[in-house]
């Protein structure tokens, strides 16, 4: 299997030839060394992840948009308009970046802003008629294009077995790690004989 040039081949040797964890002394920081089952997997899903942006930003570059750009269309897309809040939530654009985005898309008179009815502070985010035409012709030629990397690597039953395991490291990083003292042990539990 070929190697990209950021994989190292002695560090995945090293990987192979590891002994389970029982078998291994701690390392010389007086933590257990990692379980060989999760470096296996941690290179391959950070190269993933890089690949993927590689491509869909490139293809989201070739649509004239920025990622962040192309997604706040397709948020905004067959909605009446969202709060700022709506739209940090739902997309992957942080909350400090939001604003300069809105204005980039404002100025390409993509989206409009408006006073929020219910909220005289609040406005309400909304694709114009060209945000809209944009919408309609990007998005599905974006999902159409990804879906070819997906297709000729996963089958379709692959990728429902995909899902909820993506779901559930999504949301293990999502949710706060138990407190563990300096040699990570969790805090507070009895330490037990096995």
Known sequence: MPHSPSTSKPAEKALETQTPAKD???????LPFPDPHFLQILRPLVEAYQAFLQVSDRHIASLGLTRGQFDVIVTLGETEGLRCTDIANE????????????????KKNLVLRTQNPLDRRGQII?????????????????????????????????????????????????APLPKTDPTGRISGKKNTLL
């Open 91 to 106: 997309t992957l654009v942080t909350k400090g970046t939001l604003t300069g985005v809105l204005t980039r898309l404002e």
């Open 24 to 30: 291994r002394s701690d390392s010389k920081s007086g």
């Open 126 to 174: 909304r694709l114009t008629p060209e945000g809209e035409a944009l919408y309609e012709k990007v998005f599905p030629r974006h999902i159409r294009h990804l879906e070819q990397y997906f297709n000729k690597s996963l089958t379709p039953g692959e990728m429902d077995m995909l899902r909820p395991l993506l779901l559930r490291m999504r949301d293990s990083f999502r």
